[in-house]
């Protein structure tokens, strides 16, 4: 809290609805100057944001980055704000409160890890990859888009493995209790991680987002990137020079799915089409 008050953080319009959160409707409703011209702003949208960070990235989620990242506090929120808002995490957890005594508790526990996984990833690619210091409204609206661009392509998108695996947790998920469409979304937030690498190929490319994910996932699948990930991501690390270690090669890994898919769509076509036309140049050295 302190090292937010005494940084810029809180002066981003964007996160004047940690604001809105603060105070009850009818005062936002009946007083909406006072609100917005509150003496308490800056403080009030710290307190908003510190307590956000640390009920959804945990206790140890800043000094954590910090180790990870090098990258300060004010760096840290705002890139937490952008992934948290760029996802819509919010409602996403305030769905999963919801199926409180609905679902195994140990499910449920489970639900929140997963988001939280994603969280802390995404959060440090934003910190490494995207340029934060102009404001999180464009930002997040940009990227925002595009993860909803590379959800709603996941059901043409995905390779037939991914697919079946997907379809395959969503129904598991279901006859647990998890209500559509959440279930469904659930379901889908390991492939959902990917999709901020695919709006920078799309960035880069000037490709569609849908075109570049369909390719992403395909070549993803002719050089096994998925399990190599996974695989990576179920090692239990307890040093700190060991998560350093394995965050590096991860971070390795994705910085080659970036540079294979932007390869892959330099031509006309996509996905599948993409990469065995890539394949039949390249294919001896791949």
Request: overall charge negative.
């Amino acid at each position: 809290y302190d090292d937010l008050l005494a940084s810029s953080v809180p002066d981003d319009p964007y996160l004047a609805r940690e604001l809105i959160r603060y105070f009850p409707r009818a005062v936002q409703e009946r007083f909406p100057d006072a609100v917005e011209t509150h003496r308490l702003r800056r403080e009030i949208i710290a307190t908003g944001l510190a307590n956000s960070m640390i009920n959804r990235g945990g206790p140890a989620f800043v000094a954590r980055l910090i180790d990870q990242t090098g990258a300060d506090v004010a760096t840290i929120a705002s890139a937490f704000a952008a992934v948290r808002d760029a996802y819509g995490m919010t409602a996403l957890n305030t769905e999963l409160d919801g199926l409180d005594n609905r679902i195994a508790g140990t499910l449920q526990l489970e639900l929140y890890a997963a988001i939280q996984d994603l969280l802390i990833d995404r959060v440090i690619w934003f910190i490494r990859n995207v340029d934060l210091s102009g404001g999180l409204a464009d930002v997040i609206a940009h990227h925002r888009a595009g993860i909803e661009a590379v959800a709603a392509s996941l059901d043409t998108a995905l390779p037939h493995d991914a697919a079946a695996h997907r379809q395959m947790r969503t129904g598991e998920l279901r006859a647990a209790g998890v209500p559509d469409p959440l279930a469904g979304v659930l379901a889908s937030l390991d492939h959902l991680a990917a999709a901020p690498d695919i709006v920078a190929v799309a960035d880069q490319t000037g490709r569609s987002v849908t075109d570049v994910a369909a390719t992403t996932f395909a070549a993803s699948a002719v050089f096994r990137l998925d399990q190599m990930k996974a695989a990576a991501r179920a090692i239990t690390v307890t040093d700190y020079f060991d998560r350093l270690a394995l965050d590096r090669a991860l971070d390795s890994i994705a910085d080659a799915e970036r540079r294979i898919a932007a390869d892959m769509v330099s031509g006309q076509a996509a996905g599948q089409a993409a990469v065995d036309a890539w394949m039949t140049v390249h294919g001896a050295r791949a």
